[in-house]
């Protein structure tokens, strides 16, 4: 407290008022004194509170506060006086905050008066003569006449009329109202706690709702907000009524709160008061809300000054009243949980259920075994929140746990992140995938995230000054991070064109998850956010034992991640060049798959009116521009030895398993091309090296077909000698058997092998079943014996699916010199057929397929195909003039297409 607030009596600051003369009433010039009075004091202890230090407000507020509630009170007491006097059948209760003790400058004066049945008239007179001279001197009060019976009949069905009544204190009247009021108040069938638990809790569920469920929203309500001075309260309103403990001492002695807990509600209520006082003195109204015409104007009154353009007053400000609502926010659900669990008869004699070696399930909450194991173990901390994860059917932490929880990071927080196991711990977890999403935002609600990741703690509770950004920046990497969650369900993800489809190929989703929590980890601390938070990544992903290659991806992702949305929203993407430009920053498919979904998902996360429809087609445009670069020859995958080696890691590990020797495995992997390993995941490749080891005939096809692959299809792989005409006879097999192409892969062993793999479903868009997996299997062994491969496939009709969309067909060619072969790039529509027909139009102009890349996005088709003559020469202009007229006219076939317009392009 400054000196001159230290110097302010606050008894002083009293009304002194003449002696009251019972039922005289109120003169209009006594009326107008009283007014000046009461002016007279609000601006007294308008001078008091600006006097108040900004580090040294707790006990001065409240204190303040205290005086401003006794000093209404004696107002109110003068009035009651001099219009009702002495009374024995009415009784003049404080309600509400006044009933607390709680007046801010232009808080409501909630009185209750209670009355016998039948009162006398003039008493009734009186009592309208009291509150319309509190209406005239300015105090605005708001009240209730009833009975007892009233009180308890309304009490009774309305529990927010019975908490009201909860904070009700006598002022004035009948003592023996008073009395009968304080035993209706304590009668056990008013309201059982049960019973009111349950209402009160459903009661704050539903403001939570009004309000988004966060307490993160850039224009937050003081009061009655998630985090606010209500939820406060409401910790104790339950004290008071289930367990007869209405003071936070109280809650502590009977272990409902730790000391360090009380202190802390006291602290953050200290703040949130000491902030909602100063607004209504600045909004000169009663104020709830935290609008941004007051934010700047109450940061300079409070001593908030500007430490840099990326770090303003307001910015700080609104940080600690942010940070207080937090505190609050967390506190009020701990206690509710520790209610709950108190008010369970069945939880003190619930027979544990051993979940780990470490954790159980008591009464469907989880709790430790042993007590002090997250003391011992500190990578416990990650490890519990994981288990939760795992087991849907835990409904929440046992209230000793989240002590237990409290206490670890009191003592142990700041060691966290130097811990090897913490950090193993919270590898294991990211790499759960989606599923780890949940657990990531249990983390930050105990606050062990933020302790975990001090940069991250850096920014709880921070805000960005704008009208863009509607969350703090934790709150706001919270929603990214639901989003990305999302991608991993279908149904969950429809209002993003690409995302589930992209998100179920990623090879580590945990990446993504990793670059969606630090993407804004260094917002406010001066400099480009981006690049500082570049260098945390690569710090955490070191810390974590990432390859250098998933750290570049992670870190690259961080610093580039609003690359994608400033390309898509402040650049023409039809030019070629900013498309090529942006492809090229991007490097890889593998990137930009990454990039596309961190962009939707930050988009997304920063306000929910933030995504529509067009910026859905812009970036998915964006994206399949890029794709189309890349995979035109632009891709430059980066980290190409490590990445090798990794997947070879992985595929030797799978195969050992299997008891595959690694003699045996060396030899096949011998003749794979490094291609293989940079194409194919793991799994696959495995997959692969298993058949051909145990193929019971070196020199015959081989066909594996798995029906449920990893990739959301049927996987084919056949391994058959690259003679002419192998791509046109395995995919006219396709043809036949009514089997639709989603994804192909080409590639040629050393030994000239052809080693394609193929992800294909059924004629009704479901994968394989054993008798269809049977009949191709026979099908396309019996077809790859014979020389040279028959090709010959019938005509379909087009799906009547595909009518509605139409991709104008793009023909180009580009001469790869390095690798002495002509590229063809084709895009168009798909259709039953297509890439058989295009097959077939090789084999028919006596073209050799040397690489293949096949994929369908939805109803467009990508293709790409390295060429070249019979001799295994590039093609010339002509050959590439006569190709092209060629695919025209198949394409055009009805079998295949319906009327579509060409663009043809030739690149040298």
């Not at 139409?806 to 001469?815: A, L, M, N, S, V």
Request: with cysteine; charged share 25%.
């Amino acid at each position: 407290m400054s000196e001159a607030a230290a110097n302010f009596d606050f008894r002083l600051s009293l009304p002194r008022l003449p002696k009251s003369v019972p039922r005289s009433g109120v003169s209009e010039q006594a009326r107008l004194a009283l007014r000046q009075l009461l002016g007279d004091t609000d601006r007294r202890f308008a001078e008091a509170f600006a006097a108040i230090d900004r580090d040294r407000y707790d006990a001065a507020t409240s204190e303040l506060i205290r005086a401003r509630s006794r000093a209404v009170e004696r107002i109110v007491a003068h009035v009651w006086i001099a219009c009702v006097g002495e009374s024995e059948m009415l009784a003049l209760f404080a309600a509400g905050g006044f009933g607390r003790e709680e007046m801010f400058p232009y808080s409501d004066v909630d009185l209750l008066v209670l009355s016998v049945p039948k009162p006398e008239p003039a008493a009734l007179r009186a009592v309208e003569s009291f509150f319309t001279c509190l209406w005239d001197i300015g105090l605005k009060p708001g009240h209730a006449v009833r009975t007892l019976a009233e009180c308890r009949e309304l009490a009774g069905t309305d529990a927010v009329i019975y908490t009201s009544l909860l904070d009700a204190r006598l002022l004035l009247g009948s003592t023996s109202l008073a009395d009968e009021f304080a035993r209706l108040m304590h009668d056990e069938t008013l309201w059982p706690p049960a019973q009111y638990f349950a209402a009160k809790r459903a009661e704050e569920e539903q403001r939570r709702a009004k309000f988004n469920d966060t307490a993160y929203n850039l224009e937050p309500n003081l009061k009655d907000g998630p985090g606010g001075l209500r939820a406060l309260q409401l910790i104790l309103w339950f004290g008071k009524r289930l367990f007869d403990a209405p003071t936070l001492e109280a809650l502590v002695a009977r272990g409902m709160l730790s000391a360090d807990e009380a202190a802390a509600v006291e602290a953050a209520r200290a703040r949130l008061q000491h902030i909602r006082y100063a607004l209504h003195l600045a909004a000169g109204r009663p104020e709830e809300r935290l609008l941004f015409d007051y934010q700047r104007l109450l940061a300079e009154r409070l001593g908030y000054t500007d430490e840099h353009a990326r770090n303003l007053g307001v910015e700080q400000f609104m940080q600690s009243f942010f940070r207080a609502a937090i505190v609050v926010a967390r506190l009020n659900e701990q206690f509710l949980q520790r209610c709950e669990e108190a008010l369970d008869a069945d939880s003190a004699s619930a027979v544990p259920q051993r979940l780990s070696i470490d954790f159980v399930s008591l009464g469907g909450r989880l709790d430790c075994d042993p007590p002090d194991l997250l003391l011992r173990r500190p990578a416990a901390l990650i490890d519990l929140f994981r288990v939760w994860v795992e087991h849907p059917e835990i409904k929440g932490l046992r209230a000793d746990l989240v002590s237990r929880i409290n206490e670890a990071l009191t003592k142990i927080g700041r060691d966290l992140a130097f811990d090897d196991g913490v950090n193993a711990a919270f590898a294991r977890l990211l790499r759960k995938g989606a599923p780890a999403v949940d657990a990531l935002i249990r983390l930050n609600r105990y606050g062990v995230l933020a302790q975990y990741l001090p940069a991250f703690g850096k920014v709880v509770g921070r805000m960005q000054y704008d009208l863009f950004h509607v969350y703090t920046v934790d709150e706001h990497t919270m929603r990214v991070l639901r989003n990305v969650a999302r991608f991993a369900d279908a149904d969950k993800s429809r209002e993003f064109a690409l995302a589930h489809q992209l998100f179920e190929r990623l090879a580590k989703p945990e990446l993504l998850i990793l670059a969606a929590l630090f993407h804004d980890i260094a917002k406010g601390r001066g400099g480009d956010h981006s690049e500082l938070g570049e260098k945390d990544a690569r710090e955490f992903g070191a810390a974590l034992g990432l390859s250098a290659a998933d750290i570049d991806l992670v870190a690259w992702l961080v610093r580039w991640h609003l690359h994608m949305s400033v390309t898509a929203q402040r650049q023409d993407i039809n030019d070629p060049d900013v498309v090529h430009r942006f492809a090229a920053t991007v490097e890889d498919s593998e990137r930009l798959d990454y990039l596309y979904l961190l962009t939707c998902a930050d988009i997304a996360g920063t306000s929910a009116k933030l995504w529509n429809s067009w910026k859905d087609k812009l970036l998915a445009d964006l994206y399949t521009s890029a794709r189309y670069a890349l995979r035109g020859g632009l891709e430059r995958p980066p980290h190409v030895p490590e990445r090798v080696r990794e997947a070879q890691a992985q595929a030797y590990e799978a195969l050992a398993e299997l008891g595959l020797s690694a003699q045996s495995i060396g030899r096949i992997w011998s003749d794979f091309p490094e291609e293989t390993f940079l194409r194919f995941k793991p799994s696959l490749i495995a997959w692969q090296t298993a058949g051909i080891a145990n193929a019971s005939d070196a020199k015959a096809p081989l066909v594996l077909v798995d029906p449920q692959g990893p990739r959301g299809g049927s996987e084919v792989f056949v391994y058959a000698a690259d003679r002419d005409g192998l791509f046109a006879a395995v995919t006219a097999v396709f043809e036949r058997m009514r089997l639709s192409v989603l994804d192909a892969r080409i590639v040629t062993s050393k030994s000239g092998m052809g080693m394609d793999n193929f992800l294909v479903l059924d004629a009704n868009s479901r994968t394989l079943d054993s008798g269809t997996v049977q009949r191709l299997r026979s099908t396309l062994e019996e077809t790859l014996r014979q020389d040279p491969y028959p090709v010959s496939v019938g005509a379909q009709r087009p799906l009547s699916r595909l009518r509605h969309f139409h991709i104008p067909t793009r023909i180009e060619f580009r001469d790869d010199a390095q690798s002495a072969r002509t590229q063809l790039a084709l895009v168009c529509s798909d259709r039953p057929g297509l890439l058989a027909a295009v097959a077939q139009v090789f084999r028919a102009r006596k073209l050799r397929v040397h690489d293949a890349r096949i994929a369908t996005f939805g109803e467009r088709v990508e293709d790409f195909f390295q060429l070249t003559d019979e001799y295994n020469r590039m093609l010339d202009a002509d050959a590439c003039k006569v190709l092209r007229e060629a695919l025209i006219e198949r394409l055009a076939a009805p079998s295949v297409t319906n009327t579509q317009t060409v663009e043809t392009y030739v690149i040298s």
